[in-house]
């Protein structure tokens, strides 16, 4: 049996699914939580500054949420393939958030990168790509 076709891979990928949903919805209901999650340096310091700051979040914990709900739908109910394609695709988001959080902060990057390579590793695993 090739390796994309291990009976445990579905459920490594809704794994990450859940960890991206509960990301997504901290940024949604509780911005402030979620902005100190992401890791950044400093805070906004004006009330104005985290309005802006905190509807940012939201976008960006749509964007959690809906990356969760790519990789549930295409595990469960499309191909493995194209749940691998996602999942490669996720992590590189993650990849990107680490580039931008180590931009600003200096740091903490790792915070992201971590999770994301696995997530691009466990991707093209089940697409095929890797095993």
């Known amino acids: 049996m090739p390796l994309s076709r291990h009976p445990a891979l579905p459920y490594a990928a ?3 699914s859940i960890i ?4 997504g919805i901290t940024y949604m209901l509780y911005p402030q939580t979620g902005y100190a999650l992401y890791g950044f340096s400093s805070a906004p310091k004006s009330k104005s500054e985290w309005e802006v700051m905190e ?6 914990g749509a964007k959690d949420v809906f ?3 790519a990789i549930f739908a295409s595990t469960w109910f499309g191909t493995r393939k194209s749940a691998g394609l ?3 695709a996720a992590g590189f988001c993650g990849g990107v958030d680490g580039y ?7 740091s903490n990057e790792w915070n ?13 695993v089940m697409a095929g790509l890797l095993g």
Do not use: N, P
């Open 100 to 106: 931008v959080v180590k931009q600003e902060a200096g």
């Open 67 to 69: 990356i969760a709900a």
């Open 20 to 23: 991206c949903l509960g990301f």
């Open 86 to 88: 996602i999942l490669v």
């Open 112 to 124: 992201h990168w971590g999770y994301s390579s696995v997530m691009v590793l466990l991707g093209a």
């Open 55 to 60: 509807r940012v979040m939201i976008l960006y």
């Open 14 to 16: 809704t794994f990450f």
